[in-house]
């Protein structure tokens, strides 16, 4: 941590914040990721169970707006656990709740683009205002692809003999579209 510290103030120049733009950013954004999977599933007449924002062991319990927020000690990845609700969901909702989550990501970085114009989100510049809002649509954008791209990781909660692996929001679109979510 030293060391990147100090490549950051020696020599310093407005860009090189842009390493602690995205880390910075990466915990709103990962709030708003599963705001847009918790948003719409309760559209579509799920109840939200919980909404936990990192891994780890839980530093905070809440309720915002109705829905149950747990917040845990490494704020790096989230789930939204809900049940679907008495009219059930098809695969084209459960799919869209899936995808709602890095769709909530790619809102944030449309919104900024409009408010500066695309041309000005994409030119080089040494105003740290300018660097924060590039960072984060770069945050934004990584984030959201990662989550698109179909694959599955390893749930904390299962074991090494029985290691329990769910899929990640691409992967858990094109299964709720194919029927094999379940």
Excluded at 49 to 78: A, L
Excluded at 161 to 181: E, K, W, Y
């Amino acid at each position: 941590m030293g060391g990147f510290a100090a490549s950051i103030f020696v020599k310093f120049q407005p860009a090189k914040l842009t390493a602690i733009f995205i880390v910075v950013s990466w915990i709103p954004l990962l709030v708003i990721h599963e705001a847009g999977h918790a948003f719409f599933a309760r559209i579509f007449g799920a109840h939200i169970e919980k909404m936990v924002v990192g891994f780890g062991r839980p530093i905070w319990n809440g309720t915002v707006g109705g829905v149950p927020i747990e917040v845990r000690i490494w704020p790096i990845s989230g789930f939204v656990s809900f049940l679907p609700g008495s009219r059930g969901l098809g695969r084209l909702r459960r799919a869209t709740i899936s995808l709602a989550g890095p769709g909530a990501e790619l809102a944030v970085v449309a919104i900024i683009a409009v408010g500066i114009g695309p041309a000005e989100l994409i030119q080089s510049s040494q105003d740290i205002s300018r660097l924060f809002l590039q960072s984060l649509c770069v945050a934004a954008l990584v984030d959201a692809t990662v989550n698109l791209i179909p694959h599955s990781f390893r749930d904390e909660n299962g074991s090494v003999s029985h290691p329990v692996f769910r899929p990640n929001d691409g992967l858990s679109a094109i299964r709720s579209l194919t029927g094999r979510d379940r």
